[in-house]
């Protein structure tokens, strides 16, 4: 019996729709809490769409009425959930967050760091690392151009992170690189690492899709063929990572 579950969800994005994708969340929700997974990763401005220019009217705090469902089925199955947004900031541009609704009710949230392009002209980056704690796991939080920065990853290690997730929109022009990056990760620092991406194209961008995870020597453990809706899975039993894909 596996003794931990993770599930990365490669969903696909209306620009601007947030209780339609909310709709969409749902279902990768309850499909991982079926397989027995302890949190599902959503990929970067999932709830929005990578779309840099609605950014600011469609940011939220994580209290709205329309993410209610997400919290009462985190709470109702036990799962954390991790969702991309545009985080509302009192008097400021808003910063590209993941919030994490968990089992017990709380919210947290994670803003990404290391902005890229556009994103500084619509964003104000985060300041702090987010570690959760999953039962025996420490989970480390990124998201997309975090993951270019090694720093950011060797400081997951060092506070103890077991597991590094990361929501991302990454292109096929850069996806070899940015997947052997975290690849590298997921050898030098002895963590399991797993990477969200969107399923189709959103913001103007074609997503290379190709959501995977690396289990803790680096190895490949599963990976989406391509793009479209999936769910990847990712199970430790005793001594082993142990990976899987359900389509959608």
């Known amino acids: 019996m596996a003794s931990f579950t993770l599930a990365i969800a490669q969903s696909q994005s ?16 309850e499909l991982a809490a079926e397989q027995g997974a302890q949190f599902v990763q959503f990929p ?21 009425p329309v993410l209610a469902p997400l919290r009462e089925q985190a709470t109702r199955l036990g799962i954390a959930v991790l969702v991309g947004v545009p985080l509302t900031v009192v008097g400021g541009k808003p910063q590209l967050a993941t919030l994490a609704f968990m089992p017990d009710g709380t919210l947290l949230h994670y803003a990404k760091q290391y902005l890229h392009g556009d994103e500084c002209l619509h964003f104000q980056p985060g300041a702090a690392d987010l570690l959760l704690n999953l039962g025996d796991q420490r989970l480390a939080l990124a998201i997309c151009a975090d993951t270019n920065r090694p720093e950011h990853a060797a400081r997951a290690a060092e506070a103890g992170a077991t597991l590094y997730s990361a929501g991302v929109l990454f292109s096929e022009r850069g996806y070899a690189a940015d997947s052997t990056q975290l690849q590298r990760y997921a050898a030098d620092h002895r963590m399991l690492v797993a990477m969200a991406n969107h399923g189709g194209p959103t913001g103007g961008w074609s997503s290379a899709g190709r959501s995977a995870i690396w289990n803790p020597r680096g190895e490949l453990l599963v990976a989406a063929e391509n793009t479209g809706p999936m769910l990847l899975l990712a199970s430790l039993d005793d001594i082993e990572w142990r990976g899987r894909a359900i389509g959608l």
Do not use: K, P
């Not at 209306?14 to 929700?29: C, P, Q, T, Y």
């Open 44 to 64: 970067e401005l999932s709830l929005t769409g990578y779309e840099l220019d609605i950014a600011a009217e469609m940011a939220l705090t994580g209290d709205e």
């Open 14 to 29: 209306e620009r601007g729709d947030i209780a339609g994708n909310v709709a969409h969340h749902l279902s990768f929700v």
